[in-house]
């Protein structure tokens, strides 16, 4: 009698939804601002202040009053950035100031020190076209007192600390991003510095995917090689629950004898499916094990990095608190003939490239099989091929998922931007 996985076979969009369904944000916590960055934030902020919060310079020059016009001023005194002296622009006078600075009391619109000529107590202002209000930025011109600067929910990237710092904010609560645990299973596998002994090969699928978990801005935890034995695998198991947020582990999910990986997670909680109807990939596993998320990759290096593109990114994006989880997808032309199984959903690796008429077009990085894993060495799309059809031709249009910068013209250039 063949054997049969107990597991049924479910399609990609209900393993998605019962993934959607048992991952959520993680708690906040608060951080220092350079640790904030790629943090999805917390809570709403708001400027007690405005920006800026004293009428200043645009530039290095001269205070003055804008309605006389060009001419002499005797100079009476130099405003510096950083502090407020005792100045006041009263007809006839003008006083130096640099950028940035206060300007004093009375000034109309500051000149800049290219158009005026200073010596002996005096500036001569050059120009007559001094309109009021020249090179002042008034108070709030940035941000007003009160007003909403970053609201919750917000990616935060560069802008975003510079506007935390800006508004005061030297910690900041934001969603915790998840600690992921991963690891290698199988007798076979040996760390990349070991000779392999005869039947044994190296370790590719933790490199991969603890890069992988780095990329999706979360920490991998390494838990090393585990071998197909029982009690070194619980044990390890039962580590990367107790340190981690969510457990990734590669190997052992087949229907081997020795594959003790989805009957160990069952045994501790509930596993939610055990087989998905795509390739590469279908023994993919999803468990929750204490309130844990556990993804369980296939083998194949392929088979292992393409499931956590397609199940287990999305859902450390969202318990890092982000809406936007999943890659973008676009129709794609391809630009050969593809094989395919008909049965299965398949991803095939492509590298996809802007032509100068806007359309897409992927090429096929070569041979698909699981193990290559030069196949997604260099891809930056995958192309869903569904199940049904068991050819696709040249010409024919796919859709595609977009894993990182679409090749053009322009991004081959050696020059970014051209003068206009
Ligand atoms: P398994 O899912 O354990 O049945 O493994 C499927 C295939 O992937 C076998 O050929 C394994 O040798 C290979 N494999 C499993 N784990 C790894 C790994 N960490 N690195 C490279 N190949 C692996
Ligand atoms: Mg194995």
């Given at each position: 009698m063949p054997v049969e996985s107990p597991y049924p076979m479910i399609a990609i969009e209900e393993a998605l939804e019962l993934i959607r369904r048992h991952t959520r944000p993680l708690p906040a916590v608060t951080v220092s601002l350079p640790e904030a960055l790629d943090h999805i934030l917390a809570e709403d902020i708001t400027a007690?202040?405005?920006?800026?919060p004293f009428a200043a310079a645009s530039v290095d020059g001269y205070a003055v009053?804008?309605?006389?016009?060009p001419g002499a001023r005797r100079l009476v005194g130099d405003q510096a950035a950083g502090y407020v002296d005792d100045i006041t622009i009263e007809p006839g006078t003008a006083a130096r100031v640099t950028t940035g600075a206060p300007v004093p009391?009375?000034?109309?619109a500051v000149v800049m020190v290219e158009l005026t000529e200073a010596g002996n107590g005096h500036v001569e202002i050059l120009t007559a076209d001094i309109p009021e209000g020249a090179n002042i930025r008034p108070v709030g011109q940035d941000i007003e007192a009160g007003q909403l600067v970053l609201p919750k929910g917000k990616l935060l990237g560069p802008a975003e600390l510079g506007l935390l710092g800006t508004v005061g904010r030297a910690t900041v609560p934001v969603i915790r991003r998840p600690v992921v645990a991963v690891m290698s299973t199988g007798d076979e596998i040996v760390e990349p510095n070991e000779p392999p002994a005869p039947g044994q090969i190296r370790d590719a699928n933790r490199f991969a995917l603890m890069s992988a978990v780095l990329q999706a801005g979360c920490a991998p935890l390494d838990l090393g090689i585990v071998r197909d034995k029982a009690g070194q695998l619980e044990e390890t198991i039962e580590r990367g629950l107790a340190e981690a947020d969510v457990l990734l582990t590669s190997g052992?999910?087949?229907?081997?004898?020795?594959?003790?990986v989805k009957p160990y997670l069952a045994s501790r909680g509930?596993?939610?499916?055990?087989?998905?109807?795509?390739?590469?990939?279908?023994?993919v596993t999803f468990a929750v094990v204490d309130g844990k998320p556990c993804f369980a990759m296939p083998g194949f290096p392929v088979s292992a990095l393409v499931s956590f593109e397609v199940f287990v990114r999305p859902a450390l994006l969202r318990m890092a608190g982000h809406t936007h989880i999943y890659r973008q997808r676009e129709l794609a032309v391809l630009a050969q003939d593809l094989e395919h199984s008909a049965a299965r959903t398949e991803f095939q690796r492509v590298v996809l490239r802007r032509e100068k008429d806007g359309l897409l077009l992927a090429s096929t990085t070569g041979f698909q099989g699981s193990g290559r894993l030069l196949s997604m060495s260099g891809a930056n799309g995958l192309v869903i091929l569904p199940r049904g059809q068991d050819t696709y031709r040249a010409g024919e249009k796919v859709e595609a998922l977009l894993l990182g910068p679409v090749e053009t013209e322009s991004s081959s250039e050696s020059t970014p931007i051209q003068g206009v």
């Amino acid at each position: 009698m063949p054997v049969e996985s107990p597991y049924p076979m479910i399609a990609i969009e209900e393993a998605l939804e019962l993934i959607r369904r048992h991952t959520r944000p993680l708690p906040a916590v608060t951080v220092s601002l350079p640790e904030a960055l790629d943090h999805i934030l917390a809570e709403d902020i708001t400027a007690a202040e405005p920006m800026p919060p004293f009428a200043a310079a645009s530039v290095d020059g001269y205070a003055v009053i804008a309605a006389e016009g060009p001419g002499a001023r005797r100079l009476v005194g130099d405003q510096a950035a950083g502090y407020v002296d005792d100045i006041t622009i009263e007809p006839g006078t003008a006083a130096r100031v640099t950028t940035g600075a206060p300007v004093p009391p009375g000034t109309t619109a500051v000149v800049m020190v290219e158009l005026t000529e200073a010596g002996n107590g005096h500036v001569e202002i050059l120009t007559a076209d001094i309109p009021e209000g020249a090179n002042i930025r008034p108070v709030g011109q940035d941000i007003e007192a009160g007003q909403l600067v970053l609201p919750k929910g917000k990616l935060l990237g560069p802008a975003e600390l510079g506007l935390l710092g800006t508004v005061g904010r030297a910690t900041v609560p934001v969603i915790r991003r998840p600690v992921v645990a991963v690891m290698s299973t199988g007798d076979e596998i040996v760390e990349p510095n070991e000779p392999p002994a005869p039947g044994q090969i190296r370790d590719a699928n933790r490199f991969a995917l603890m890069s992988a978990v780095l990329q999706a801005g979360c920490a991998p935890l390494d838990l090393g090689i585990v071998r197909d034995k029982a009690g070194q695998l619980e044990e390890t198991i039962e580590r990367g629950l107790a340190e981690a947020d969510v457990l990734l582990t590669s190997g052992g999910v087949s229907m081997g004898q020795l594959d003790l990986v989805k009957p160990y997670l069952a045994s501790r909680g509930t596993v939610h499916f055990g087989r998905v109807n795509t390739k590469p990939g279908k023994p993919v596993t999803f468990a929750v094990v204490d309130g844990k998320p556990c993804f369980a990759m296939p083998g194949f290096p392929v088979s292992a990095l393409v499931s956590f593109e397609v199940f287990v990114r999305p859902a450390l994006l969202r318990m890092a608190g982000h809406t936007h989880i999943y890659r973008q997808r676009e129709l794609a032309v391809l630009a050969q003939d593809l094989e395919h199984s008909a049965a299965r959903t398949e991803f095939q690796r492509v590298v996809l490239r802007r032509e100068k008429d806007g359309l897409l077009l992927a090429s096929t990085t070569g041979f698909q099989g699981s193990g290559r894993l030069l196949s997604m060495s260099g891809a930056n799309g995958l192309v869903i091929l569904p199940r049904g059809q068991d050819t696709y031709r040249a010409g024919e249009k796919v859709e595609a998922l977009l894993l990182g910068p679409v090749e053009t013209e322009s991004s081959s250039e050696s020059t970014p931007i051209q003068g206009v």
